[in-house]
């Protein structure tokens, strides 16, 4: 499964699919994980799902050592000239070394086993103090889909309840909930989890 999506990625990214690497700005980004407190005694940080590369770019030129986490190649690629290093596989990341990971419109895409081992990993990456900001979305009614097409599509939704239920299986504590947030344009509901060791 992990190989259908990689290369279904790859794809979208060689092709600039606006409509799948959406391109939030380090202000969206910021704004929505409600990070501008956070940014002041960022150092080092990760950031999961590159996209067209704009907050990482805009991370990048704030002053922040920025390494990456992406499912495929070509993303990572997009951004290696302002990256200290790019990772495809979660199990990968250092230790100890970050005091921020963000994962913006990207818990949609991934199913609750590679959700779980990412939030592991991203645990044991974090230095003692920092944070992992995550947002994810829900929709109201909605039925739960886990196939290769809703995780092409963004198509995962989970519940606050369903998020802590995974963050329950690590070490990992719950800092914070954000949300939920509710735009005109769509009946999706989204929120964000600060996860802390
Ligand atoms: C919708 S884009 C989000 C881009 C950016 N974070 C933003 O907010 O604009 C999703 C990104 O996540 C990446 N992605 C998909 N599955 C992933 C996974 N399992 N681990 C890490 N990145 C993944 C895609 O390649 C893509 O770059």
Known sequence: ???????????????????????YSKEQVVDFLELE?????????????????????????????IDVLDICDEAIRKVSDVITTGYLKAEELPTNVYDLV???LVAQHISDEELLLQIICFLRALKPNGIIAMQFVDCEGAPRDYSVEAQR????LRSKK????????????????????????????????????
């Open 1 to 23: 499964m992990q190989k259908e999506l990689s290369d279904w990625w790859e794809e979208q990214h060689k092709n600039n699919v606006r409509l799948w690497l959406s391109g």
């Open 37 to 65: 407190e956070h940014l002041k005694v960022t150092d080092d940080m990760l950031n999961v799902g590159v996209g067209t590369g704009l907050c990482t770019r805009e991370f990048f030129l704030f002053g922040i050592n």
């Open 102 to 104: 963000v994962s913006h």
């Open 153 to 156: 599509k963004g198509g995962v």
């Open 162 to 197: 369903e998020v802590e239920n995974i963050i329950s299986k690590t070490n990992g504590k719950i800092l914070k909930w954000i949300g939920p947030k509710r735009f005109s344009h769509t009946p999706t509901i989204w929120y964000g989890v600060y996860i802390g060791k």
